[in-house]
């Protein structure tokens, strides 16, 4: 079994910051990717931006220069820190990891900006 356990979301004014966290834990091994997804109201899921174990990092593209990602190995977590928030921002996050053969994903937290 695997469990993820996201914290951080809340409401924010724009331009304020906020920091997302995942923590990993159960049978892991290994894990090969872990991002952070994003799902507006009566959107698509869209990756906002993951972290590889080696180190490479990508971001979606309305997010580059505002939000940063890391994780880190040992203690399987990964973070998001989010500058300069946008009402478009607004948003359910949700964490996810990728372990060989299977995917798993967190509950998901509210991020909520506001003009």
């Known amino acids: 079994q695997v469990q993820l356990v996201e914290s951080g979301g809340g409401r924010v004014q724009a331009g304020g910051s906020l920091r997302l966290s995942c923590a990993a834990s159960?049978?892991?091994?290994?894990?090969?990717?872990m991002g952070w997804y994003r799902q507006a109201l009566g959107k698509q899921r869209e990756l906002v931006a993951a972290a590889t174990s080696g180190g490479s990092t990508a971001y979606a593209d309305s997010v580059k220069g505002r939000f940063t990602i890391s994780r880190d190995n040992a203690k399987n977590t990964v973070d998001l820190q989010m500058n300069s928030l946008k009402p478009e921002d607004t948003a359910v996050y949700y964490c996810?990891?990728?372990?060989?053969?299977?995917?798993?994903w967190g509950q998901g937290t509210q991020v909520t900006v506001s003009s």
């Open positions: 996810k990891i990728q372990l060989p053969g299977h995917d798993y």
């Open positions: 159960g049978s892991i091994f290994s894990i090969n990717l």
